[in-house]
């Protein structure tokens, strides 16, 4: 399957640049994965489209401040730095730019000293692991020295370091925001739990995959950068329940998506508290264990993301309602608009 088959024409300026005010008042266009039928609505109109005993599941992941400016302690020269992941207590794989200034054994210094990173390796494309060394808690410096890491698409700095997080973000460790939980508010959540409707919650961390686009011709020969996941006891009971009740379970994002179905996957439809690496690739032709609706964002041409959502909705299904959604104007990626496939 050629990655050609996903693309479409994105003009520039309806790549969002910064969010709403107002987290609900995004559109919402609603796509019947059997039909290929669409509507447009706004965002808190989801509710209409819950029913008592569903579950909403949701991604709490706490995108971390993973964005670095630092300078080299031998030349002074500028090193920017982005964190990927904690591969022990002080030891991380992190992308740095320019990477030909960053040589294992360079030192780079941060906030006059107040964090300094060691490199240890060097990987593939701008990858690195380092080793920072500071005094205190390491979370509450990265809350002082980082900045959020906005994907490379938004242009426009962010007034508000909290409108990248979701207002239920909780476990640190992405470096990226599972954007479609974006358009929930708190009231919201709580008009669709009054509504009874479940909403549970599981943790997939972010990592730069989400970002990298698709650099071979053939879809099947694309690897997946593999992300940490986590579901708790509650959430695994929850799900298996509303399962045999026959009610529906609806992701919110491709992350939990993910995660929903890497772990379904494993035990034939069922669900397991557990943690571990998924790098699984839904693409049209998978068959769906976990899942019967989600929420997502509208997505990169010819990216992962439209790949997974074609899985569900049908690629011709989805082609059209983006056509429709550029016709209409609607804001695309991080901070635009949201769909609803049900």
């Known amino acids: 399957m050629k990655v050609d088959l996903f693309d479409f024409h994105l003009p520039e300026e309806l790549i969002a640049q910064t969010p709403?005010?107002?987290?609900?008042?995004?559109?919402?266009?609603?796509?019947?994965?059997?039909t290929g039928a669409t509507k447009d609505e706004v965002f808190s109109d989801i509710v209409k489209h819950l029913h008592e005993g569903d579950c909403l599941v949701l991604n709490d992941t706490k995108v971390l401040p993973a964005r670095l400016f630092g300078v080299k302690e031998d030349t002074g020269a500028k090193v920017e730095m982005l964190l990927?992941?904690?591969?022990?207590?002080?030891?991380?794989?992190?992308?740095?730019?320019?990477?030909?200034?960053?040589?294992?054994?360079?030192?780079?210094?941060?906030?006059?000293?107040?964090?300094?990173?060691?490199?240890?390796?060097?990987?593939?494309?701008?990858?690195?692991i380092v080793?920072?060394?500071?005094?205190?808690?390491?979370?509450?410096?990265?809350?002082?020295?980082?900045?959020?890491?906005?994907?490379?698409?938004?242009?426009?700095?962010?007034?508000?370091?909290?409108?990248?997080?979701?207002?239920?973000?909780k476990e640190r460790g992405s470096a990226a925001a599972p954007t479609a939980g974006l358009h929930f508010t708190e009231r919201l959540l709580d008009e669709i739990r009054?509504?009874?409707?479940?909403?549970?919650?599981?943790?997939?961390?972010?990592?730069?995959?989400t970002f990298?686009?698709?650099?071979?011709?053939?879809?099947?020969?694309?690897?997946?950068?593999?992300?940490?996941?986590?579901?708790?006891?509650?959430?695994?009971?929850?799900?298996?329940?509303v399962r045999r009740e026959g009610k529906r379970i609806i992701t919110v994002g491709t992350t939990s998506t993910r995660t929903l179905e890497t772990i379904a996957s494993k035990y034939d439809g069922e669900f397991k508290a557990e943690s571990g690496w998924t790098d699984i690739f839904i693409f049209p032709g998978f068959e769906f264990k976990a899942i019967?609706?989600?929420?997502?964002?509208?997505?990169?041409?010819?990216?992962?993301?439209m790949m997974l959502i074609s899985a569900l909705?049908?690629?011709e299904h989805v082609l059209q309602a983006y056509k429709q959604a550029v016709e209409k104007k609607?804001?695309?990626?991080?901070?635009?608009?949201?769909?609803?496939?049900?």
């Open 212 to 241: 990298r686009p698709v650099s071979v011709e053939d879809i099947d020969n694309h690897d997946m950068h593999a992300e940490y996941y986590h579901m708790n006891e509650k959430t695994a009971s929850l799900l298996n329940k």
């Open 292 to 305: 019967d609706g989600m929420i997502t964002n509208f997505h990169l041409p010819k990216s992962t993301l």
């Open 84 to 128: 990927l992941k904690q591969d022990e207590e002080d030891v991380w794989e992190v992308l740095i730019k320019p990477a030909k200034r960053v040589k294992k054994g360079t030192v780079i210094v941060f906030g006059d000293g107040k964090l300094k990173a060691e490199c240890l390796d060097e990987l593939d494309q701008g990858g690195r």
């Open 131 to 169: 080793k920072f060394q500071y005094e205190g808690i390491f979370y509450e410096i990265l809350d002082q020295l980082g900045t959020m890491p906005l994907p490379p698409y938004i242009k426009e700095q962010l007034d508000d370091q909290d409108r990248y997080q979701t207002v239920y973000a």
């Open 20 to 34: 709403l005010k107002n987290r609900e008042a995004s559109r919402l266009m609603v796509l019947d994965q059997k």
């Open 194 to 209: 009054a509504m009874g409707v479940h909403v549970a919650f599981i943790t997939l961390h972010v990592g730069l995959g």
């Open 330 to 342: 609607y804001r695309f990626f991080s901070f635009g608009d949201a769909m609803l496939i049900i």
């Open 313 to 315: 909705a049908g690629r």
